[in-house]
């Protein structure tokens, strides 16, 4: 068996061999990106169980996502012939929900509780608010999610909460939502997220002889990424590794310069005082690098030692010098785009780089859009880590259902989608009678909701399934008056989905706006770019782009698309960094805390030290930002890398900026027939093929909707006859007397008193109206 050791740790420097060979007592690794943490952790896992010290079920191992818990698993697999399944690694949450599975009932829970995700809870929130008669204005449940989610995890309950906000009438009321929220959820026999952990701690707290159970079968505790717990996920490990005897032996790895969850309540200060908590902890350091070139560590390091709070140190390899960075300037999102497709093709063509070595990275989400784009349209195959691809997002394809929907009324699917998102009391009976009329009568269902008066709805539903046929009615007069991207702006405000959306405070609702602000930079950019910019045109595109999304996860080889803070604990070959402009990356405002670009530099160096071989930084001089140009500075944090880790890059005149696209169109046709000119001024071949796929596909250019028909041939016939006074017939409105009219031929508009609708505003040649 011995022999086996030393082969188990013949992989390990003298340093790591020290830690993963560390016998008892408490340890910290605390090193930088790539020397080898979480290798030590799992060899460490390994030795532990080879060399007889503890049984698989006697190791308890915590580490960040389910991805890397995974991972974990299986590289301890690949280095031990035990079973790894009775080993208990997971994430905080899933180890928390073992242990309540448990013994819940010690805290007055049944065993079978459930688990409430974010739209459970903003459910019962809402459920609380309305139950106390509060104005739902004042009283977001949102607001009221992230308050009560915050106090949790600070362990406060309602009643403190109460009391320290009593003073404060609103305050007051959310603790008194947060204390109905928490009987609620009792009763429901529920937990949430944030409860996960915080009843798995309140239980081992209050019943000793369960604290001790674990105390005792865990001989080792590891945590992973050790710099990213907050206050109650340091408290579990804690209390579940410190024995009553004051003896530890828990093992944390973590790196202060990569902690990037402070917004989230991670707490810096647990790695920094983790020799204060636990007495006579051995500290140990690891600075030689394993992963990236001497160049790339001289930039991580120029970087991040600009921060104040940190224990400081230097990474260094004895790898090469390697690569110069590359530092790529841009005239926007593009060209950014642009340039990381060709030169990921040059990767993979000439130094035989296989996709799934390369990944992009960046900041935000939104960004993703512009870069997915590029992809496309060159051709190489991607995937998007812990995150829907753009076109696939719900608020995308919300958006695009409704543009469908308008675009041709036959489209039942959208119909279907939108017809209550935002929610406009339709509910899924009316929705079902509409359909069965639909079906009677063999008409879409669009058509059939002209119909809505004799289906014997309630009062309510009726007026609710009107007024919607009302705005697309008036949403399709408006895409022939409008650009493109005023019509989808029209689209957003009008339907009610950015006041939805507006409403939604949470991280998740801010990127959805995000996202749906790229969508309209889409569509205003389209609309630049090219001089057939209907709405037709836009969505063969669109829809194109959404499509390829189906077809990726077969793809082996592929470039993988991240944000920095799903890439960490990652490493590839090659690293495109993007969007280093201020306000982008580092995102802060000039009135922000130090702290705020101190993390927002932990999450550069993050970004910086994933890559192994070769890094592309790129940065834009323009970027679309909800839907306008906007000039951009390049980041300070590229003043802050040493000169001489870059290629050169001076600015660029226009001779130089020439050179650039030759080269660029030279890089292309060795696959390519054509170049980045000709993709600018229209159609490539690619598009159009695919284009014409798609037409075959999805009947696009069947364009016989019974909409446009009457277009052709009844507007002038209507305005000729008609004249103020009339009694007309509206297919939804019913009867009504025209008031006014005005203008001519197709734009000829009407004025008209409507007996139960009211006065409305109607384009004659497109409303469904009969003199009667
Ligand atoms: P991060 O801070 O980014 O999570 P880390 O400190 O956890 O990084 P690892 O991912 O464990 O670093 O290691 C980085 C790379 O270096 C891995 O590819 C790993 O296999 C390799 N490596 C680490 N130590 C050694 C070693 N002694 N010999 C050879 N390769 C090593
Ligand atoms: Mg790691």
Redesign the pocket.
């Known amino acids: 068996a011995n022999g086996g050791n030393m082969d188990l740790l013949s ?3 003298d340093k ?1 061999r020290q830690a993963a060979e560390h016998d008892k007592g408490p340890i910290l690794v605390i ?10 952790l799992t060899h460490r896992i390994a030795n532990i169980i080879k060399t007889g010290k503890a049984k698989p079920w006697e190791i308890l191992a915590i580490t960040f996502t389910n991805k890397a818990a995974n991972e974990m698993k299986e590289r301890i697999g690949q280095l031990i012939d035990f079973s790894i399944d009775k080993m208990w690694i997971g994430t905080f949450h899933a180890i928390c929900v073992r242990i309540l599975r448990r013994d819940i009932d010690r805290i007055g829970y049944d065993k079978n509780f459930v688990i409430y995700d974010t739209d459970d809870q903003k459910t019962l929130i809402k459920d609380c608010i309305k139950e106390m008669n509060l104005d739902t204005k004042t009283y977001n449940a949102n607001v009221i999610r992230s308050i009560i989610s915050n106090e949790k995890n600070n362990r406060n309950m309602p009643d403190k909460f109460i009391a320290e906000n009593f003073g404060n009438f609103n305050l007051r009321n959310t603790g008194e939502v947060y204390s109905l929220y928490e009987k609620k959820l009792k009763i429901a026999n529920a937990l949430d997220f944030d409860d996960l952990i915080v009843k798995a701690l309140k239980l081992l707290e209050m019943n000793e002889d369960v604290l001790e159970s674990y105390r005792e079968r865990f001989k080792y505790v590891l945590v992973d ?1 050790y710099q990213d717990t907050n206050s109650v996920q340091y408290n579990l490990v804690k209390i579940l590794s410190k024995k009553t005897t004051g003896e530890s032996n828990i093992f944390v ?1 973590g ?1 202060e310069d ?1 902690s990037i969850y402070g917004w989230r309540g991670a707490d810096i200060n647990n790695i920094l005082d983790f020799e204060k908590d636990f007495e006579g902890a051995k500290i140990v350091k ?1 600075e030689k690098n ?2 990236s070139t001497n160049i790339i560590l001289n930039a991580a390091n120029g970087v991040i030692k600009n921060n104040c709070q940190r224990k400081g140190k230097n990474l260094y390899t004895d790898f090469e010098d390697g690569n110069l960075i590359n530092l790529i300037e841009t005239d926007n999102e593009k060209e950014e785009a642009f340039m990381i497709s060709a030169l990921m093709r040059k990767e993979h063509n000439k130094n035989s780089i296989n996709y799934s070595d390369m990944a992009i990275l960046y900041r935000t989400n939104a960004q993703s859009r512009a870069l997915e784009e590029g992809l496309i349209r060159e051709g190489i195959p991607y995937k998007i880590v812990g995150g829907l691809k753009f076109y696939g997002r719900k608020e995308i394809k919300d958006i695009m259902s409704y543009l469908m929907l308008i675009q041709n009324q036959k489209d039942d699917i959208s119909y279907n989608r939108i017809i209550n998102v935002p929610r406009r009391k339709i509910g899924k009976k009316t929705v079902d009678t509409i359909y069965e009329h639909a079906r009677r009568s063999e008409v879409p269902m669009f058509e059939a909701s002209y119909d809505v008066l004799e289906l014997g709805l309630t009062p309510a539903a009726t007026k609710s399934v009107q007024d919607f046929v009302a705005m697309i009615e008036m949403l399709m007069i408006k895409k022939d008056v409008m650009s493109l991207s005023e019509f989808i702006q029209a689209v957003y405000e009008d339907t009610g989905y950015r006041k939805m959306l507006l409403t939604d405070t949470t991280v998740e609702g801010r990127s959805r706006i995000e996202n749906m602000e790229e969508f309209l930079s889409a569509a205003k950019d389209f609309e630049e770019r090219y001089e057939e910019n209907s709405l037709e045109d836009f969505l063969s595109h669109t829809s194109l782009l959404a499509d390829v999304d189906k077809t990726d996860d077969t793809e082996k080889d592929c470039v993988t698309l991240l944000t920095i803070h799903s890439a ?2 990652l ?1 590839y070959d090659t690293v495109f960094v993007t969007g280093l402009e201020e306000g982008m990356f580092p995102m802060i405002r000039k009135d922000d805390e130090e702290e705020d670009s101190e993390e927002e530099r932990r999450l550069f160096y993050v970004a910086v ?2 890559a192994k071989r070769m890094l592309y930084i790129t940065y834009s001089n323009e970027r679309m930002v909800f839907g306008h140009h906007e000039s951009r500075h390049k980041s300070r944090f590229l003043d802050e890398i040493p000169s001489e880790c870059f290629e050169e890059s001076t600015p660029q005149s226009i001779a130089e900026k020439k050179m650039k696209s030759f080269e660029m169109n030279n890089l292309f046709s060795e696959n390519k027939s054509y170049s980045n000119r000709e993709v600018k001024s229209g159609h490539s071949f690619i598009e159009a093929k695919n284009k014409n796929l798609f037409k075959g596909a999805i009947s696009f250019s069947d364009n016989t909707n019974y909409d446009s028909e009457k277009r052709v041939d009844s507007p002038k016939l209507k305005s000729d006859k008609l004249a103020a006074g009339d009694k007309v017939m509206h297919k939804a409105w019913g009867i009504g007397t025209i008031v006014q009219l005005s203008g001519e031929g197709e734009g000829q508009k009407a004025v008209i008193a409507f007996e139960n609708k009211g006065i409305k505003n109607v384009m004659l040649s497109y409303a469904p109206i009969e003199k009667v």
């Open positions: 992989g390990l420097n790591q090193a930088g990106a790539g020397t080898g943490k979480t290798r030590v990424e790895v790196d990569q690891l394993y992963r960490k604990g490493e030290t994933r």
